[in-house]
Structure formats: structure tokens, C-alpha cells
T-cell receptor, first 113, second 112 residues
């Protein structure tokens, strides 16, 4: 079945550092790919998405590019802030937003001032 | 604030008991989804309803059931609770299937 693998962390960075969270997937079809963020005590929020190969999703300074050849969707941000501290989930869905999301295990990011 | 509300925020109960979790979707959303987030299983999709009808099932145990009412709120019923059912249960809603899902803050269930 479909699966998502991501670095589990925790990842600890200093403010203004460069962030990369790796995400790779296995899918039978051509899924849509997502990054969700979960701030402490809150539910998940959609951060960005890409629906086809070579698409780049971006939001709030975060970016991720759908790489079909490497089955990857790595999350990057050039300069992290303390307020970016959260858990980040990579996810896929075979049918756009679909009913059957498959989530990665999540990566906890802590940004220190 | 996503506009999705869940009650209660926390629930502590004993093994063998039954509990009901409640979810109110965003105004105008017809689809409701339930997810379980546990330390060992991660985040898993349980079940989806659309306008009162069950639309999709994920990894939902037979001890669990859900329904969506005419006013579109949904309830997740968990029975014969086991220690392993301790988790965060999220509800999400969307305008319709295949549209962006908005997540509620979750209900933390602790089974002792």
C-alpha cells in the first residue's frame, strides 16, 4: 500500500537557520502531496500542496517540489523563526484531497532564539 | 481557528467503558472526517461522512462507530475501550469530498 517516510526528528535549529525536512513516498498511482503543520495544542493545518510532478507548493516562506523521479517532497525554508516550532507532517492522497490521506510520522521542529 | 469544534477537549475513562466524541464542522461544510493520532500508529484516517451518509472507511475498529446527524454534526462512539485506544482524536471537515480539509483541535482520550 501507499506509505510516507519522513525524518522523525526532533530537529533543533537556531533562528534564521535553513530548514530541510525530507519526505519520500511510495504510491501505486499519481498522488497529490501535502505538508501539514501542527502547532502545540492545535489541530493540523494545511501548509502547502502539489498535485502533479514538478509542481512547487509554497506558503509562509516554506516550499516543497513534487519530484516524481525521486518520489520525494522535501520541505524547505530559508530562514526559520521561533514561531515555526511545530510538528510537520508529510502526506499523500491518491485522489486529490480525497478521503484516504496517508500521513508520515511527523517531524518535530524546535527553533531556538 | 479552523472553525471546526470538538468536545470534550479531554476525556479520561476506564477500560471497558464507552465514550462519545462530538464534532461540529465549519459552517457550510458537508463532509466530516475522523482521525486517530497515537504514539505508536501515528495519524490514521478512520471514517468519512458526507451529508449524513458514510462515504469512506479507513482503519476503524469494529468497536468504534460514527454517525453524522441532519444538522451535520458528527459523533464518534468508542466502546469496550482498551488502553491502546488512548490517543488524540481529530475531526476535520470540508465543503465536499475531495476539497481541503480543516481540522479541529482534537479530543485527547486517556484510557486507564
Amino acid at each position: 500500500g501507499d506509505s510516507v517516510t519522513q525524518m522523525e526528528g526532533p530537529v533543533t535549529l537556531s533562528e534564521e537557520a535553513f530548514l530541510t525536512i525530507n519526505c519520500t513516498y511510495t504510491a501505486t498511482g499519481y498522488p497529490s502531496l501535502f505538508w501539514y503543520v501542527q502547532y502545540p495544542g492545535e489541530g493540523l493545518q494545511l501548509l502547502l500542496k502539489a498535485t502533479k510532478a514538478d509542481d512547487k507548493g509554497s506558503n509562509k516562506g516554506f516550499e516543497a517540489t513534487y519530484r516524481k523521479e525521486t518520489t520525494s517532497f522535501h520541505l524547505e525554508k530559508g530562514s526559520v523563526q521561533v514561531s515555526d516550532s511545530a510538528v510537520y507532517f508529510c502526506a499523500l492522497s491518491e485522489d486529490n484531497y480525497g478521503q484516504n490521506f496517508v500521513f508520515g510520522p511527523g517531524t518535530r521542529l524546535s527553533v531556538l532564539p | 481557528d479552523s472553525g471546526v469544534t470538538q468536545t470534550p477537549k479531554h476525556l479520561i475513562t476506564a477500560t471497558g467503558q464507552r465514550v462519545t466524541l462530538r464534532c461540529s464542522p465549519r459552517s457550510g461544510d458537508l463532509s466530516v472526517y475522523w482521525y486517530q493520532q497515537s504514539l505508536d500508529q501515528g495519524l490514521q484516517f478512520l471514517i468519512q461522512y458526507y451529508n449524513g451518509e458514510e462515504r469512506a472507511k479507513g482503519n476503524i475498529l469494529e468497536r468504534f462507530s460514527a454517525q453524522q446527524f441532519p444538522d451535520l454534526h458528527s459523533e464518534l462512539n468508542l466502546s469496550s475501550l482498551e488502553l491502546g485506544d488512548s490517543a488524540l482524536y481529530f475531526c476535520a471537515s470540508s465543503v465536499a469530498p475531495l476539497y481541503e480539509q480543516y481540522f479541529g483541535p482534537g479530543t485527547r482520550l486517556t484510557v486507564t
